[in-house]
């Protein structure tokens, strides 16, 4: 049986939800994005290792909305009928290639635009978890991959902030300033 490396489509139907992150309809993916975008659940993944270094990556260039743009480990949606659970382990699987459980940070609302192409409308839940083994890259997704320190983030973010994704900016922004302890190996044990 030949595996597909393609995840996801634009008439995959996601999920819609209100002011307050309650579920209120379906929409295809290529609707969600259309215009100002849809207002539809999200999720964004932080991965680090034991060295407190987080993994970037930098989005295809097939991507319709912020190619080749710097972002966090793993970010989509979860589709109508799943589970944000469901959601996020299966992304991380199909675009890193490995397993490691996953801590709910908080959730936030944000809207986006691309250019005159699309926008990010999305009540997106974040994540994080620790990982120290192999990753096998999904190159329909991710073009590049780094583990940066936290310093070398930071000065990479203060002196290039236009090649980062909008979401990725405001997360950090705010993991940096609530949530830095995450990161930090002493804080938490190692997962293989």
């Known amino acids: 049986m030949v595996v597909s490396n393609i995840v996801s489509d634009a008439s995959e139907n996601l999920i819609l939800v209100d002011e307050l992150d309650r579920e209120v309809g379906y929409c295809t993916k290529k609707e969600c994005h259309e215009g100002d975008g849809q207002l539809h659940r999200a999720f964004s993944v932080f991965i680090s290792n034991k060295n407190d270094e987080v993994l970037i990556q930098k989005r295809s260039s097939e991507k319709l909305l912020w190619p080749g743009y710097w972002s966090n480990a793993c970010c989509s ?112 044990p190692t997962n293989r």
Request: hydrophobic share 35%.
């Open 77 to 188: 949606h979860p589709r109508a009928g799943e589970t944000m659970d469901d959601a996020i382990y299966r992304r991380i699987d199909q675009e890193l290639g490995f397993q490691c459980p996953l801590t709910f940070l908080y959730k936030f609302k944000y809207q986006a635009h691309y250019e005159d192409i699309g926008a990010e409308n999305e009540y997106c839940w974040v994540y994080h978890g620790r990982y120290d083994g192999e990753l096998n890259i999904n190159r329909n997704e991710i073009s590049d991959w780094k583990f940066l320190s936290l310093k070398d983030l930071e000065t990479q973010l203060a002196a290039s902030p236009e090649k980062f994704t909008p979401w990725f900016k405001m997360e950090w922004a705010d993991l940096s300033k609530n949530y830095l302890e995450v990161f930090l190996s002493s804080s938490q």
